[in-house]
Structure formats: structure tokens, C-alpha cells
């Protein structure tokens, strides 16, 4: 049963457009929310994360954003640039379970010069 | 700075043969360490979280076991591999004063042949 869902395995998204990326969850114990990413044949990377008392944090062109009662978090790549071109994964823990990390399956994203 | 080690980068092994994955940690004490498994098209898979020595728990159950000899180390294994074991192996390792990021080794891409 995953409790962290990415349900768009892909997207494609011209250089200088926003990418979104979004995610849902199931257990409304995770109070804590990241996003990794991925490149082949390596591990991922943290990119950006939310504690669940804020809905939105910022960090340069990467914006991420958190809806508590619809369950679902976004993030935000704003101008896309061919560089971004990656697997990202969305992930959640709670203090509750000892910080482990779940993750969702990934969204590939390309982004077109 | 922490660094995590992991390694083989690649193994191809026969079916029926026992698998010894090994992960270190440097510059930090007592993380909590994580195994996690990329199967091909899917997301990553918690397999075992540990947070001490000796204290592992087991997320699904499988064919693989791990143990945690030392405080930075963390280690996968089988007796016997299944074809169904094949796919990437991630070690993990996250610490609460580093704002619950896990962070990740470069991956073991395991082939059973």
C-alpha cells in the first residue's frame, strides 16, 4: 500500500516554462515533506523540503507547496532549464515512525531547449 | 563534512548466490541508516531502517536481511538470490539536527542472473 503517490510518471516542459511536479499523500501523521532528485545510475539528491505547519517554502527557482487537507504537495520549477531534465521524487516522514522516509515512484522530467 | 560510502557500483550474480552490499558513514554518529531498493519503472521501496546498532526494523517482507555490526555501518545480504531481487540498492543515512534530510550513497546496481 503506498502512502506516497506520484501519478504522472512523466512530463515535458519547454526551457523558460514552469514545471510542476505534484504528489499526494495518504497518512495525515507524515509532518514532513521532501523532494529528492534523481539522475541515472546515482542517488538522489535533496532538493527541497516542508515542515507541515508552513504551505509554502522557496528556495531559488524551486518552490515547493503543501495542501494539509487535500493531502497533496506540489513543487514548482520556475524558469525550467535543460539542466532540471531528471527523475524527481517526492517523499514523507513523521516524527510518529522514527523518520522513516517514504517515497513516491518519481515523475521524469524533460525539459525541451 | 558527512560522506556516505557505498559499494559495489555494479554486481551481476548468479542465481542461488549469497549478496553482501556494504554501506559506511563518515562524520557523524549514531544515524539512523536506511536501505532502499529501486525496482526498474518504480519508485524507491524502504526495504530496512535502523536506528542502532543491532536495532533494524524490516519494512517488507523478502529474501534480503541487513545488519549494523558498527554505529556507521550498515550492510545488506542474502543466502540465496532470486532473479527477483535484481535492481538498484540505496543506502541511506539521516540524523534529526540535519532537518530529517536522508541523504543517499551513489547506489549498487545488482543484476541476478
Known amino acids: 500500500d503506498q502512502q506516497v503517490k506520484q501519478n504522472s510518471p512523466s512530463l515535458s516542459v519547454q526551457e523558460g516554462r514552469i514545471s510542476i511536479l505534484n504528489c499526494d499523500y495518504t497518512?495525515?501523521?507524515?509532518?514532513?515533506f521532501l523532494w529528492y532528485k534523481k539522475y541515472p545510475a546515482e542517488g538522489p539528491t535533496f532538493l527541497i523540503s516542508?515542515?507541515?505547519?508552513?504551505d509554502k517554502n522557496e528556495d531559488g527557482r524551486f518552490t515547493v507547496f503543501l495542501n494539509k487537507s487535500a493531502k497533496h504537495l506540489s513543487l514548482h520549477i520556475v524558469p525550467s532549464q535543460p539542466g532540471d531534465s531528471a527523475v524527481y521524487f517526492c517523499?514523507?516522514?513523521?516524527?510518529?515512525?522514527?523518520?522513516?522516509?517514504?517515497f513516491g515512484s518519481g515523475t521524469k522530467l524533460n525539459v525541451k531547449p | 563534512s558527512q560522506t556516505i560510502h557505498q559499494w559495489p557500483a555494479t554486481l551481476v550474480q548468479p542465481v542461488g548466490s549469497p549478496l553482501s552490499l556494504e554501506c559506511t558513514v563518515e562524520?557523524?554518529?549514531?544515524?539512523?541508516l536506511y536501505w532502499y531498493r529501486q525496482a526498474a519503472g518504480r519508485g524507491l521501496q524502504l526495504l530496512f531502517y535502523s536506528i542502532g546498532i543491532d536495532q533494524i526494523s524490516s519494512e517488507v517482507p523478502q529474501n534480503l536481511s541487513a545488519s549494523r555490526p558498527q554505529d556507521r555501518q550498515f550492510i545488506l545480504s542474502s543466502k540465496k538470490l532470486l532473479l527477483s531481487d535484481s535492481g538498484f540498492y540505496l543506502c541511506?543515512?539521516?540524523?534529526?539536527?540535519?532537518?530529517?534530510?536522508?541523504?543517499f550513497g551513489q547506489g549498487t546496481r545488482l543484476t541476478v542472473v
Open positions: 517523499a514523507a516522514s513523521g516524527t510518529y515512525n522514527f523518520n522513516k522516509f517514504y
Open positions: 497518512n495525515s501523521m507524515f509532518d514532513y
Open positions: 541511506a543515512w539521516s540524523a534529526l539536527r540535519m532537518k530529517k534530510k536522508a541523504f
Open positions: 562524520g557523524t554518529s549514531n544515524p539512523n
Open positions: 516542508i515542515s507541515s505547519i508552513k
